[in-house]
């Protein structure tokens, strides 16, 4: 195999968050890698709509088609709530080419989603002043996901929104592979007072150290509260018969096959696995109350990728202290930030076998939180500084 073959296994997994907002933890993809991009258009009026599951389920199906594509092979990704991110070597272009049109088909058929889709390569976002460096950030013993850093994976989406490096969808009645991809777990309610979905980016030319330091600091925040602000309980998120997801795992599921059949076989393995919870039977080696530990373990509540994005069980106290911070850190010209509040989050997953640790599991608020977010980000202003104002960011006394 060559060195970029083993770039991203190689990597170092982190287990510190914290550590992770400081760039020198991240390394530069090698430089004829690809990226892709995809998001879906008018993902804030379809969450005003009320059809947010809908929306993270066609996000992560990105993810769920690149995994199968590359045929269980590790390579960097992130969730975006409405859309995602990912990289890949240069020889695993063609399948990712093939795996984000179909998924642009898919949602068009299944659901009468827009979605656009772009693979962009790493040299050109280098030429254009960015760069894509990644790490890994180890969440539990089964699992780690990648940490974007260096304005690339931003720069590929925005050059994307604007018609540039856009795939046309697949011919009509092209399917991804979205074996594993599901939606049964119920809504996560806030224990703490309110889900919090949090999502900051650094203003160009910004300081990295200053908007490090910013990052620092609510991350700080977040760790005070109980299990780091985690939305799930430790024992994993709650089931319920039927699961409101049924339908949408029936249309990522059923190939070519009946909608009904698919969703008759969600429900029925999801009232398996329900009762297999409430009861602690074990069947066939598998501990379903251990896999709902697992999924809290893996699961993706907090993030960077060119910006920082959590989802938060945040009480009133400390969403008044991040709030706070990220407005002083916005006066001072350093970032541009969006929030949403909700009652619950939830959960979208990628699940390649219940037998293994290693499924995957993106958290959202209930309402879109992610989506909402950023909608808000994009009213802000960035107000003009004094030079003297930067002087005051807060510092992480931690670091």
Same mark, same amino acid.
């Given at each position: 195999?060559t060195?970029?073959?083993?770039f991203?296994?190689q990597?170092?997994?982190?287990?510190?968050?914290?550590?992770?907002?400081?760039?020198a933890?991240?390394?530069?993809l090698?430089?004829?890698?690809?990226?892709g991009?995809?998001?879906?258009?008018?993902?804030?009026?379809l969450?005003? *709509?009320?059809?947010?599951?809908?929306?993270?389920?066609v996000g992560?199906?990105?993810?769920?088609a690149?995994m199968?594509?590359?045929? @269980?092979?590790? =390579?960097p990704f992130v969730?975006?709530?409405?859309g995602?991110?990912?990289?890949?070597?240069?020889?695993?272009?063609a399948?990712?080419?093939?795996?984000?049109?179909?998924?642009a088909?898919?949602?068009?058929?299944?659901f009468g989603?827009?979605?656009?889709?772009?693979?962009?390569?790493?040299?050109?976002?280098?030429?254009? @002043?960015?760069?894509?460096?990644?790490?890994?950030?180890?969440v539990?013993?089964?699992?780690d996901?990648?940490?974007?850093?260096?304005?690339?994976?931003?720069?590929a989406?925005?050059?994307m929104k604007a018609?540039?490096?856009?795939?046309?969808?697949?011919?009509?009645?092209?399917?991804?592979?979205?074996?594993?991809?599901?939606?049964?777990?119920?809504?996560?309610?806030?224990?703490?007072?309110?889900?919090?979905?949090?999502?900051?980016?650094p203003?160009?030319?910004?300081a990295?150290?200053?908007?490090?330091?910013?990052?620092?600091?609510?991350?700080?925040?977040a760790?005070?509260l *109980?299990?780091? @602000?985690?939305?799930?309980?430790?024992?994993?998120?709650g089931?319920?018969?039927?699961?409101?997801?049924?339908?949408?795992e029936?249309?990522?599921?059923?190939g070519?096959?009946?909608?009904?059949?698919?969703?008759a076989?969600?429900l029925? *393995?999801? =009232?398996v696995?329900?009762?297999?919870?409430r009861? @602690?039977?074990?069947?066939?080696?598998?501990?379903a109350?251990?896999y709902?530990?697992?999924v809290?373990?893996?699961?993706?509540?907090r993030k960077?990728?060119?910006?920082?994005?959590?989802?938060?069980?945040?009480?009133?106290e400390?969403q008044?202290?991040?709030?706070?911070v990220?407005?002083?850190?916005?006066?001072?010209?350093?970032?541009?930030?969006?929030?949403?509040?909700?009652?619950?989050?939830?959960?979208?997953?990628?699940?390649?076998?219940?037998?293994?640790?290693d499924?995957v599991?993106f958290?959202?608020?209930a309402?879109?939180?992610?989506?909402?977010?950023?909608?808000?980000?994009?009213?802000?202003?960035?107000?003009?500084?004094?030079? *003297?104002?930067?002087?005051?960011?807060?510092?992480?006394k931690?670091?």
């Open positions: 195999m060195v970029t073959d083993q991203y296994p990597l170092p997994r982190i287990s510190a968050f914290d550590e992770l907002t400081r760039s933890r991240y390394t530069s090698p430089h004829d890698w690809w990226i991009v995809a998001d879906i258009v008018n993902s804030t009026g969450i005003n *709509e009320g059809r947010y599951k809908t929306v993270n389920m992560a199906a990105v993810i769920s690149m199968n594509a590359l045929r @269980g092979a590790s =390579f969730f975006g709530g409405d995602a991110g990912f990289a890949v070597r240069p020889e695993d272009c399948a990712a080419r093939d795996a984000l049109a179909r998924v088909r898919w949602a068009q058929a299944e989603l827009e979605m656009r889709v772009a693979l962009v390569p790493v040299a050109d976002a280098r030429a254009a @002043g960015t760069d894509v460096r990644v790490a890994r950030f180890q539990s013993e089964g699992a996901y990648a940490m974007f850093d260096g304005g690339g994976l931003l720069w989406e925005t050059q018609g540039h490096y856009l795939l046309d969808p697949a011919p009509q009645g092209s399917l991804p592979d979205l074996t594993g991809l599901s939606c049964r777990w119920s809504p996560m309610p806030a224990r703490n007072g309110t889900i919090l979905s949090v999502l900051v980016a203003v160009p030319d910004a990295p150290d200053r908007v490090a330091d910013v990052y620092d600091h609510i991350v700080a925040l760790q005070g *109980e299990r780091g @602000g985690h939305p799930a309980p430790a024992t994993g998120p089931s319920s018969w039927p699961p409101q997801g049924a339908r949408l029936a249309h990522a599921t059923r070519a096959g009946s909608l009904g059949a698919a969703r076989k969600a029925f *393995e999801s =009232f696995a329900w009762l297999l919870i009861t @602690g039977i074990t069947l066939a080696g598998f501990d109350r251990r709902a530990r697992v809290a373990e893996n699961a993706d509540f960077l990728d060119d910006g920082l994005k959590m989802t938060l069980d945040c009480d009133p400390t008044a202290q991040i709030e706070t990220l407005r002083d850190a916005e006066a001072m010209g350093l970032i541009r930030y969006g929030t949403a509040t909700q009652d619950a989050a939830m959960m979208t997953c990628i699940v390649p076998s219940i037998l293994t640790d499924h599991h958290v959202d608020g309402a879109g939180g992610y989506t909402l977010a950023a909608s808000q980000m994009k009213k802000r202003s960035i107000r003009p500084v004094a030079a *003297e104002q930067i002087d005051r960011v807060p510092q992480d931690h670091r």
